[in-house]
């Protein structure tokens, strides 16, 4: 049987939110790095421990990963971060984390040589500590391709899939086909094809019986799914009217369910109306519904 996954939601009483995961049917979580130096990493994973809930990955810090491809300080700056926590991650027993390759919409130029030396560094120092460097699909893909490429062989590098980046942003691209066989994290979400929202699945319109068949062709999602969706998300599109927004999500089925999903002033909210503990129980039976899909692939 898959086991399910999802993210531990920043902010708020973490240990609340634990318990409503564990409560839910989760067999495993992620977290984020959150702070560095406040206790907050360690703590989540004593809290992780107490309720009997393996940490399968931990979300290093990914602001401005796009300046590693830039021939600067601060691109040295940000491949240290990155170096800093792998061996926090490491010393607290972690050991497998996500990079990105780039971050937001922000233009990383042509794949250069200095970018992929600094994702070299970082696998060095992820070897170095025996933690995995699963690198994540992005909105530039080109650079994850290159990057995949030229550290094909290294013995700490690995892949994460999301499967809202690839809808939204590399819909084309047979990214599970490309690096499926090195597969170790798993990021499940869904929007719209045009905006990176974090809706559960099934409340977009990604293709998840493409996704089951794809899926089910790699060792690692034939044994964990793991979701990295937003509770409580907004998005602003500040440029759009409210009338606009609804028109061009009017096709997801979560545009159908009003008590999930509002849109005013030009943000689009999700979930507003759910407690966390509910939240969790929906999106376990999602989870649980794109499991079967891919069980029954196998």
């Known amino acids: 049987m898959i086991q399910i996954g999802t993210y531990v939601h920043g902010g708020g009483n973490i240990e609340e939110k634990i318990i409503a995961i564990k409560a839910a049917g989760f067999d495993f979580v992620a977290i984020g790095m959150g702070a560095l130096s406040d206790g907050t990493l360690e703590y989540q994973v004593e809290l992780c421990k107490k309720y009997g809930l393996e940490i399968d990955n931990i979300h290093l810090t990914g602001g401005k990963t796009t300046e590693i491809w830039f021939e600067d300080e601060l691109g040295d700056k940000v491949c240290e971060r990155y170096c800093k926590e792998i061996r926090m991650a490491a010393a607290a027993g972690i050991k497998k984390g996500v990079a990105h390759i780039t971050w937001g919409h922000k233009d990383p130029g042509e794949v250069s040589e ?25 909105v530039f893909i080109e650079h994850l391709y290159a990057t995949m490429d030229k550290l094909k062989d290294h013995p700490a590098v690995r892949f994460t899939y999301d499967s809202g980046h690839r809808n939204a942003f590399a819909h084309d691209f047979d990214i599970l086909g490309s690096f499926g066989d090195r597969l170790a994290v798993l990021h499940i979400n869904d929007n719209d094809a045009a905006h990176d929202l974090h809706l559960m699945p099934f409340d977009g319109n990604n293709d998840w019986e493409r996704d089951a068949r794809d899926l089910a062709k790699t060792e690692y999602a034939r044994t964990r799914i793991c979701a990295e969706t937003s509770y409580c998300s907004e998005k602003k599109l500040a440029d759009m009217t409210d009338e606009e927004i609804t028109a061009m999500v009017n096709n997801l089925p979560i545009a159908k369910q009003p008590e999930f999903f509002t849109i005013a002033g030009g943000i689009m909210r999700s979930y507003a109306s759910l407690s966390y503990a509910d939240y969790m129980v929906r999106l376990h039976a999602t989870l649980t519904k794109l499991a079967e899909m891919v069980e029954a692939n196998i």
């Open 114 to 138: 200095c970018g992929i030396a600094r994702l070299t560094k970082m696998a060095d120092c992820a070897l170095e500590n025996g933690f995995l460097l699963c690198l994540e699909n992005s």
